[in-house]
């Protein structure tokens, strides 16, 4: 089919990168990388104005997987590390650490990660483009469509996906958004902004700064010193610190994170009551372990299901989420770009930035 190409407004370019499929879409103000081949991973999510990207690319960056066989399945009994190139990505129907399931073994961050998904483009003029990917899964019945939308003069990247079981039993899972962000966004002038009115920190290395502990109020918990950790503040990389937290009692779904040096922020919206948790992942120069070895400097800030880190444990805990035979749910997310504020009050689920 012959597709009218052009270079204004939103566009389309589909094309083959390190041995994957990869789609880019684009308007004025925002360009987007997406690998179909690889678990439809957001791999550059790009503020054209400010040359910023976003998000976080690790060591590793993208492996041909024609070409790469890991010679083990690793620490984590799992291929994902030696695949991960950072980015955000998709986690279902577990994640965290591996678990096992009605028999079935699930490595790190379950299924569809290092799945290849298809594509149909829906949608391909100048003022809207729009893609529906697809995938199923192989060891779980279910089928993900996602459609990604992108308008003309817009910084919003609008996605709706939906989860459907297939099979004939009642299914439960553990579903995350595994974003990941970096420099040059990410320094130490950046804030956290998030309804969260509970943490549960973990001492996850001695480079932590925080000890395993019950239920804190978010954004203040008590150190191995003693002394309050302000974890809503990002810390430099010669921090050298290595910190997990999960944030629940979500009052809205939502998140800021602002450069206030740079005066930009980016933005992320989800339905709370599909994500119920956010997962603080903070690698400030202090993971020393395989295989970052302290060469990293990131953040993630995942929406999840639940705030327990397995679909075994969210079983454990009753915080698993549960689909009946032929039932779907339906989520539709905005990641969104702002400019001009220090600070942000809320996020309306329209996009709509409210400063602080």
């Known amino acids: 089919m012959y597709i009218h190409e052009r270079n204004f407004g939103c566009r389309i370019k589909e094309y083959v990168w390190r041995g994957l499929r990869t789609i880019t879409v684009e308007n004025e103000v925002l360009r987007v990388t997406i690998l179909a081949d690889k678990g439809t991973d957001i791999v550059e999510f790009l503020h054209k104005p400010t040359d910023t990207d976003f998000l976080w690319r690790s060591p590793m960056g993208i492996v041909e997987p024609q070409v790469f066989v890991p010679t083990n399945m690793g620490r984590h ?49 100048p003022d809207q483009v729009s893609l529906r990917f697809q995938t199923r899964t192989y060891r779980t019945p279910y ?4 459609i990604i939308t992108l308008k003309r003069g817009m910084p919003v990247l609008e996605i709706t996906e939906t989860i459907v079981n297939e099979g004939q039993v009642t299914m439960e899972y553990v579903w995350g958004q595994h974003l990941t962000f970096g420099p040059p966004f990410l320094d130490d002038s950046c804030m956290v902004d998030i309804p969260a009115t509970r943490v549960n920190a973990e001492q996850i290395a001695e480079t932590s700064r925080c000890l395993t502990r019950d239920e804190q109020s978010w954004p203040i918990v008590t150190g191995r010193s003693g002394k309050p950790v302000d974890l809503s503040r990002i810390l430099g990389p010669e921090s050298r610190v290595y910190d997990m937290a999960f944030l629940s009692g979500m009052t809205g779904g939502w998140y800021a994170i602002t450069n206030r040096q740079r005066g930009i922020g980016f933005g992320l919206v989800w339905p709370e009551d599909v994500f119920r948790a956010v997962w603080f992942w903070q690698v400030y120069g202090g993971a020393l372990v395989p295989p970052w070895y302290g060469r990293t400097y990131n953040i993630g800030l995942e929406p999840w299901t639940t705030h327990h880190n397995s679909l075994e444990k969210a079983l454990q805990h009753g915080t698993a989420s549960v689909l009946e035979p032929g039932a ?10 702002y400019t001009g504020l220090t600070r942000v009050r809320k996020i309306e689920p329209t996009g709509e930035v409210i400063p602080a």
């Open 77 to 125: 009994e799992s291929s994902f590390e030696d695949y991960y190139e950072g980015g955000w990505t998709e986690c279902f129907p577990s994640g965290g650490v591996p678990c096992t399931y009605r028999g079935v073994r699930f490595g790190l961050h379950g299924e569809i990660a290092l799945r290849p998904w298809s594509y149909t483009i829906l949608e391909d003029n």
């Open 328 to 337: 779907a749910v339906t989520i539709n997310l905005k990641a969104l770009v």
């Open 143 to 146: 089928l993900l469509q996602k």
